[in-house]
């Protein structure tokens, strides 16, 4: 049967200092950035794990682990791109993703055209499939205390 198919991803980061804060592959001026790994882009992390669920190909961790010196420090949106060469090589293409970002701090609505326009291009899609919105968790848990930032993504798939 080759129907298109859903994936979900998601993940989360606390804020760390003497960290850069990247967001869908764009820099953004912060006091802080976002501890982990690599470079601690939520945003595109979950976006992988979105693609990588719809393709019934694990998740990020099993394919870029943060146990390999390989993917210390990475820059994020190479993740990205492995992951579309991955899911073309098994014969899937991306139809489109809407992805949430979830942060008291900073805004992330004056950057969201820039990351569209950066994620359109490291993945080879229209800008227009690929939909960011960004949201609070109106002070509450630890995204509201502003210990960390979270990010939600549902990507559709297809066969062509």
Known sequence: MNLPRVGFGYDVHQFATD????????KIEHKVGLLGHSDADVLIHA?????????????????FPDTSLDYKNIDSKILLLETML?????????????CTVCA??????????????????????????????????EKMGFVGRK????????VLIYRP
């Not at 991955?86 to 139809?95: A, D, Q, S, W, Y």
């Open 47 to 63: 976006l992988c794990d979105a693609i990588l669920g719809a393709a019934n190909l694990r998740d990020i961790g099993f394919h």
């Open 147 to 154: 210990e960390g930032i979270a990010a939600y993504a549902t």
């Open 104 to 137: 008291e701090e900073p805004k992330m609505s004056p950057y969201i055209s820039s990351m569209q326009q950066c994620l359109s291009e490291v993945m080879g899609v229209e800008v227009e499939t690929i939909s960011i919105k960004a949201t609070t968790s």
């Open 19 to 26: 960290r850069e804060l990247w967001m869908g592959g764009v």
């Open 86 to 98: 991955l899911i073309r090589k098994n014969g899937f293409e991306f139809g489109n993703a809407d």
